[in-house]
């Protein structure tokens, strides 16, 4: 189905007869679906479709674990409660939205449960506004361990508002941070966004700086491997740009979409 071969609605099927379903490694897989949607045409044409789909395909197993850890449940809840919390946010479930945003702003006297506090943040730093983007921003520059300061970049990854990711990018051409975590964050947001979009658009324009982007960022070849679009022009601008700056790239290929897909 990702790549092309059979039709989504076969999967989609699938994944609605789950049912009752517990195991981790399934919800891993199908919490996953909705962030790659939004890099798929065929899906990110109707994603407001798409997303209410995922909130009632999602909700009736959220409902089963909840917010909070229960008395006597399976070890791996707290992993397939954090799954559900983060899709959920992603596809726009309002009162995921709401308590995500509520947790946050107590965190002063109500610490994160650490079990979900990445999904928490992913969900808040999507839908940030400035004072929220701050709020992670200082998160991210006052860390000591190194978990958090991961967790605070991951959150920020998630900005969708342009005058905050606008914000974010002119932070990526200054050395404050490494240049492999600049890579990465201004490739991940232009892949989660959708390179196509204002956003999106921002993003890759600041990996591809002429004075300061890929170039000079010489990013680790684990991150090489991971970039890729789906948008043809994006896609061959890319192999362009690492064929250029990237010594040795591991592999490098465009890959021609199934006869008859989308």
Known sequence: MQAGRVDATRYLALVENLGAETDRTIWDHVTGFPALSERLDRFARRQAVFDRYVVRLLDTPFASVGWDARPGEPADAALV???????????????VVREAQSRFAARAHKPIDPAIRPAVLNVVGRYADEATFEALLQRMRSAIDMTDKWEAQAALRQVRDPSL??????????????????FSISLTSAMTTGVSSLAGSSCWNTFRHP?????????????????????AARADE????????LDAPPCIRRRKPPTGSA
């Open 238 to 245: 890319l192999i362009a740009l690492t064929r250029l700056h």
């Open 81 to 95: 409660r954090r799954s559900l919390i983060e899709a959920l946010g992603r596809a726009g479930h309002e009162a």
């Open 211 to 231: 004075g300061q982007g890929v170039a000079g960022w010489t990013p680790s070849r684990s991150a090489r491997r991971r970039l890729g679009f789906n948008d």
């Open 165 to 182: 990711l606008r914000r974010l990018m002119g932070l990526m051409l200054t050395d404050e941070l490494p240049p492999a975590t600049r």
